[in-house]
């Protein structure tokens, strides 16, 4: 682009010497290809505008000027921003107040939509070789320091980059690409229209607020297509969005490529297309929009379009619920009645003026066109309804390029010399003014327009931003309505206003009275997390379940927040509930059954005491050595009763007690029997000859043998207590889910392990010595019923271990509890129900006689 710049100020430079040294001093060959209009004045303003959009072929020969054609294609909607240029300069002539004693004149000229035509009209307007032709006159117009245009963004970029070489300012009213606003690039540029960087905000804060996060977007192969894309994609991307499709709309794009994006649009997910690209071009592209009848989709319409009733009439059954922002529209006092009148007086012979007529309305305001056909002479009723805009926005921005200009040209005048800005305190000269001075005022211009609004440039040269929300809508004679729906204001503050009225909004293709979604995947409802598809966009997920103990309680949430301590997530996983505080309580049905159970020992155990105490002196009680036989019944009813310590909400204490209890209450169970299968092997191997055994084996010994026994558990214990106690405990989360179980800790596995391991060592020699004493005489075989006794205990704790690992929460505790209670049920009733069943039933066999037979 810059060589393009350095190209033009070459053949701008040779122009010069042509003219000045070549050349004539009045002919047509700098003439612009559809005519100028042209007003004295002692500041000329240059104006540019795209009347007509088909320019003849360029001719850089210099010399043949006059050989090029005219432009083609008169557009009504941009020869009515000439016509409101002439009325902001004739309203300021009449003001006053600004500029009471100098009068403005301008020279608009059409550039015909072509950059070439555009930079080469605005150099013969700086070099003051523009001609304009009044009637049969010519008459060379002065140079102009400062150029209003021009609409689109590339030629703008031509114009400044050329123009700035010379330090020309460009005021432009259409121009809003973003990329204009690089001061170090644009040092001349400014423009009342807001840049392409408000309005791709705009456009994602729409898309934002209407959820729809996939979309297509549609791009001008220029420098305001690519450049409003570019910031879109910025703007999409903070805000999480992605798009399914970016299609690029060449310049004079054939009809198979035209044909290709619209079928891409058509089958794509996205029902939102967004469109980048000016006017013309979206014309096209919309032509094949209707050809193909696709009509399902919303359409987002930038400012050059959205209030375009050219598209209305392309395509307006595939348009209707288009959503567009528009530049903020003003009504000006007087300028609808002075733009319905489409020629003024004094420019009725110009040929700008006749061609517009000739093309939109088939007459002119004479007898004969240019070409000398005869065509109906004008009326003076023209209007130009159905033409052009109807929605007219730019004019205010033309308007208020004038005025900038004129309040520069003021500010100027008031300056006082030795006060000026330029060196030494220089002020500028208004009768001959140079371009750097101009600019210099225009960047800092400030003022109110007469309609209140308060204009400025900021450092980048850019206006304050504020757009209306179009929606277009079919009226009930099939005419289409452009109606304001809501506003995007950024003026106010860091912060735009963003304000949208859903009730009036008519949503695009067949979604009239529903708002069209467009989305890659649906939302994840609350309980949910979106987990990104694997090479897909972030807006392509899948919606994954929470885990367990964790909630989601947002729509869309891409993660899921873990539940606070003591509480969990509720099977929706949407909420968080407070845990259920779960342990071995005698409320409990199991703790009930498991509490009869032990009592129920307890008292048989007792019951089983008295008898043998009420028939203690009966041969049987004597002969099974009553002490150690109380004795082992008071261990197992304390067996019985430390069951009871397992059961309710533990406690340090209970902890302590439970397993204490436990290990001492068994050893001297298992001490007891031990003590007795001893005696019983003795008592039969004594009775051989010059046998003396027995007299180690007395009431004495036994005694001690059982304390000695219970010492050692209870020395285990004491240890145990003292380095690493048992101690409450509580198990959450995982597989118990809602639930705190409250358990007893065993503090030391060492210690938990040696109790237990003591305890099975009493028993495994129990065992033994029972299994040897399996040959004693019949009636008196008590060895027998302690073998069982101890297949009883073996097979209960050898099933408790795994079963004590495999069972969740307080069932732990009941395995525990039901272990010791089986353990005990099978040595009391092994041991001791053969003996109550002669001792009560059988009073007759409880004799010395039957105990002494074989």
């Given amino acids: 682009m810059a060589m393009t710049a350095w190209l033009w100020a070459l053949e701008f430079l040779t122009v010069m010497v042509w003219v000045n040294y070549v050349g004539p001093s009045c002919t047509l060959q700098s003439r612009s290809n559809s005519g100028t209009l042209y007003k004295e004045g002692d500041v000329i303003i240059g104006g540019l505008f795209p009347v007509h959009f088909n320019a003849p072929e360029p001719d850089h020969s210099f010399i043949h000027r006059a050989e090029r054609g005219h432009c083609q294609g008169a557009d009504l909607r941009c020869y009515r921003w000439v016509l409101t240029m002439i009325f902001t300069v004739e309203e300021i002539n009449r003001d006053p107040a600004l500029l009471p004693n100098l009068t403005l004149g301008y020279l608009a000229a059409d550039s015909c939509l072509s950059e070439g035509s555009t930079l080469s009209v605005a150099l013969a307007m700086v070099t003051g070789q523009e001609e304009a032709v009044s009637g049969e006159q010519c008459i060379s117009a002065p140079s102009v320091p400062v150029i209003i245009g021009d609409a689109r963004s590339a030629a703008s970029i031509v114009l400044a980059d050329t123009l700035g070489v010379f330090d020309i300012p460009l005021v432009s009213y259409l121009a809003s690409c973003a990329c204009l606003s690089d001061r170090s690039r644009f040092p001349t540029f400014l423009r009342t229209v807001p840049s392409d960087a408000f309005q791709t905000k705009a456009i994602a804060r729409l898309l934002s607020l209407m959820g729809w996060s996939w979309i297509g977007v549609i791009s001008g192969d220029d420098a305001y297509g690519r450049s409003g894309v570019q910031l879109l994609l910025k703007e999409l ?84 619920g288009t959503l567009g922002f528009a530049l903020r529209r003003v009504d000006i006092q007087g300028l609808d009645s002075y733009l319905t009148q489409l020629y003024p007086e004094k420019h009725l012979q110009d040929s700008l003026v006749q061609n517009v007529l000739e093309e939109v309305f088939g007459c002119r305001p004479g007898e004969q066109t240019q070409t000398g056909a005869s065509v109906p002479q004008c009326t003076g009723l023209e209007k130009g309804e159905g033409q052009g805009e109807v929605y007219s926005d730019i004019n205010y921005n033309v308007y208020k390029a004038v005025y900038a200009i004129a309040y520069a040209v003021q500010d100027m005048l008031a300056c006082k010399p030795g006060q000026g800005p330029f060196e030494d305190g220089e002020c500028p000269e208004i009768k001959s003014i140079r371009p750097k001075q101009l600019l210099h005022y225009l960047k800092s211009v400030k003022f109110t327009t007469p309609v209140g609004e308060l204009v400025y440039f900021d450092k980048n040269g850019d206006p304050a931003a504020s757009y209306d929300i179009i929606n277009w809508h079919l009226g009930a004679k099939g005419k289409m309505e452009f109606i304001k729906v809501g506003q995007f204001d950024a003026t106010g503050g860091p912060e735009p206003d963003f304000q949208l009225d859903l009730k009036k909004v008519v949503w695009g293709g067949s979604h009239s009275d529903k708002v069209p979604v467009s989305v890659c995947s649906e939302s994840c409802p609350p309980g949910t997390r979106k987990a990104v598809q694997k090479g897909k966009p972030i807006c392509c997920y899948d919606c994954v379940p929470c885990a367990t103990g964790e909630i989601s309680n947002v729509t869309d949430s891409t993660d899921c927040s873990k539940c606070p301590e003591w509480f969990w997530s509720n099977p929706e996983r949407t909420e968080c509930v407070p845990m259920v505080v779960e342990f071995l309580s005698f409320q409990d049905n199991m703790g009930i059954v498991l509490s009869v159970l032990s009592v129920s020992g307890a008292t048989l155990s007792g019951t089983i005491l008295a008898a043998f105490l009420h028939h203690r002196d009966t041969p049987l009680v004597r002969a099974n050595n009553s002490e150690l036989s109380f004795l082992l019944l008071l261990s197992l009813k304390l067996c019985f009763l430390c069951a009871l310590a397992f059961i309710g909400r533990p406690a340090p204490w209970s902890c302590m007690l439970r397993h204490t209890l436990f290990g001492i209450s068994f050893v001297v169970c298992l001490a007891c029997v031990l003590s007795k299968t001893v005696v019983v092997l003795v008592a039969f191997r004594a009775t051989l000859p010059g046998s003396n055994v027995m007299q180690y084996f007395g009431p004495v010994q036994q005694r001690v043998g059982i304390l000695l026994c219970t010492l050692v558990q209870v020395v285990v214990c004491v240890l145990w207590l003292v380095l690493a106690p048992p101690v409450p405990t509580e198990s959450a989360g995982g597989e118990l889910g809602a639930r705190v179980v409250l358990l007893c800790a065993v503090g030391s596995v060492a210690g938990f392990s040696l109790v237990l391991g003591y305890i099975g060592l009493l028993a495994a020699v129990c065992f033994l010595l029972a299994f040897f004493a399996r040959k004693l005489p019949d009636n008196f075989n008590e060895a027998k019923f302690i073998t069982f006794s101890m297949l009883i205990f073996w097979a209960v704790w050898i099933a408790f271990v795994p079963a004590y690992v495999s069972s969740p929460g307080k069932y732990t505790v009941a395995v525990e509890v039901f272990a010791i209670l089986a353990s005990s049920y099978g040595l009391l009733l092994c041991i001791f129900a053969p003996k109550c069943y002669i001792i009560l039933l059988r009073p007759e066999k409880n004799t010395k006689k039957n105990m002494m037979a074989k």
């Fill in 237 to 320: 991307e903070h805000l999480s969005m992605c798009i399914e499709y970016l299609e690029i709309l060449p310049k004079s794009a054939p009809q198979s490529r035209l044909k290709h994006i619209v079928e891409r649009i058509q089958s794509s997910k996205a029902k939102v297309v967004v469109t980048f690209a000016i006017g013309p071009d979206v014309e096209v592209l919309l032509g094949e929009v209707a050809k193909q009848n696709l009509s399902d989709r919303q359409w987002i319409a930038t400012s050059v379009w959205s209030t375009s009733s050219h598209h209305v009439a392309v395509s307006a059954g595939c348009l209707t």
